[in-house]
């Protein structure tokens, strides 16, 4: 069976630092970009980065650029997101997710196996 679970989320302070683990299993892991994605409180889903199978380059979103590095292991089947300054507005469920690696990457409908998510929550 086809699994992706994202886990490691919890209460952080604005400011702080969290690290969320993604495991797979199921499917050939290392023939798929790897995408974190979220949805905060009223908004949209937004990949906020996306590390591609092919060159091995990482997208990541305006609002994770600078704060935010993920990395993947294609042996072990796991991807990480380390999580860095973060701010209330980071406040979502994030869920790892892979696509078929191609140009739509930037995109949420893009993805085709999808995780359960873990909340993140930044809040004093």
């Known amino acids: 069976d086809v699994q992706l679970q994202a886990s490691g989320g919890g209460l952080v302070q604005p400011g702080g630092s969290l690290r969320l683990s993604c495991t797979a299993s199921?499917?050939?892991?290392?023939?798929?970009?790897l995408g974190w994605i979220r949805q905060a409180p009223g908004k949209e889903l937004e990949v906020v980065s996306c590390?591609?199978?092919?060159?091995?380059?990482?997208y990541y979103s305006d609002s994770a650029k600078g704060r935010f590095t993920a990395s993947r292991d294609n042996v072990k089947g796991t991807g990480s997101l380390e999580m860095n300054s973060l701010k209330a507005e980071d406040t979502a469920v994030y869920y790892c997710?892979?696509?078929?690696?191609?140009?739509?990457?930037?995109?949420?409908?893009?993805?085709?196996?999808w995780g359960q998510g873990t909340l993140v929550t930044v809040s004093s």
């Open positions: 590390i591609r199978k092919r060159n091995g380059s990482t």
């Open positions: 997710a892979a696509g078929p690696s191609d140009w739509r990457y930037r995109r949420q409908q893009y993805y085709r196996y």
């Open positions: 199921g499917f050939r892991f290392e023939d798929f970009d």
